[in-house]
């Protein structure tokens, strides 16, 4: 018994790092999200200084409003380089999810 449980348990931190819970929302998801209503006190330090500034960005803000959040930080990515890094960190997980478990099903 106490091998299946030591291997559950196990199972369930490795699902846990590949798959962390976002019911927490943490700092990334919530960056990635939506930028212009984040405390940006819980950020990183490197990224502080671009996101007081992306959230100063009138025309940033209304076209966030317009677009998709993927779209959004591809068109910002130029502008707001690191911020956009952390935002596609978040967003790339679940693209590389998808096509590898599309490979599966063909």
């Given at each position: 018994?106490k091998?299946?449980?030591?291997?559950?348990?196990?199972?369930?931190?490795?699902?846990?790092?590949?798959?962390?819970?976002?019911?927490?929302?943490?700092?990334?998801?919530?960056?990635?999200?939506?930028?212009?209503?984040?405390?940006?006190?819980?950020?990183?330090?490197?990224?502080?200084?671009?996101?007081?500034?992306?959230?100063?960005d009138s025309?940033?803000?209304?076209?966030?409003?317009?677009?998709?959040?993927?779209?959004?930080?591809?068109?910002?990515?130029?502008?707001?380089?690191?911020?956009?890094?952390?935002?596609?960190?978040?967003?790339?997980q679940f693209?590389?999810?998808?096509?590898?478990?599309?490979?599966?099903?063909?």
């Amino acid at each position: 018994m106490k091998g299946i449980s030591g291997h559950l348990v196990s199972l369930k931190n490795e699902i846990g790092y590949h798959f962390p819970d976002v019911s927490s929302e943490n700092w990334e998801l919530k960056l990635t999200k939506d930028p212009f209503k984040i405390d940006v006190d819980i950020l990183p330090n490197h990224i502080q200084k671009p996101a007081i500034d992306l959230k100063c960005d009138s025309q940033a803000n209304a076209e966030f409003r317009k677009m998709n959040v993927e779209d959004f930080w591809l068109n910002y990515f130029p502008v707001y380089r690191k911020l956009a890094l952390e935002a596609a960190k978040w967003l790339v997980q679940f693209s590389s999810t998808y096509i590898c478990e599309s490979g599966f099903l063909h």
